[in-house]
Nanobody, 125 residues
Framework: QVQLVESGGGLVQAGGSLRLSCAAS????????MGWFRQAPGKERDVVASISWSGGTTYYADSVKGRFTISRDNAKNTVYLQMSSLKPEDTAVYYC??????????????????WGQGTQVTVSS
């Protein structure tokens, strides 16, 4: 069983920055494919970014390219999402997700087996 705990959400003004963290349990975190998703009220859960086990391959949704950066520290069992130039439309609950057996990156929610509880990000205009 893999447990994921997100932190770092909050309220920020448009143009500001936040860094989300996701701490994972498990001795083999370094083999996990990891992703960040977000869900706004009344909308579907959409992928934000994904990162391969080594960190060598990343994927970003078009809406966040150039503004968000996903990274990981396998020694700390943690994946990060650095968010800059935030916009009101980035407001959502952000979820961390893991696929312990995944290869490369994954864009779809069904490709992930474990989910965190989510952290709220609110961007004011």
């Amino acid at each position: 069983q893999v447990q994921l705990v997100e932190s770092g959400g909050g309220l920020v003004q448009a143009g500001g920055s936040l860094r989300l963290s996701c701490a994972a349990s498990g001795r083999t975190f370094s083999t996990y494919l990891m992703g960040w998703f977000r869900q706004a009220p009344g909308k579907e859960r959409d992928v934000v970014a994904s990162i391969s086990w080594s960190g060598g391959t990343t994927y970003y949704a078009d809406s966040v390219k150039g503004r968000f950066t996903i990274s990981r520290d396998n020694a700390k069992n943690t994946v990060y999402l650095q968010m800059s130039s935030l916009k009101p439309e980035d407001t959502a609950v952000y979820y961390c997700a893991a696929n312990p057996l995944g290869v490369g990156v994954a864009r779809n929610a069904y490709e992930y087996d474990y989910w965190g509880q989510g952290t709220q990000v609110t961007v004011s205009s």
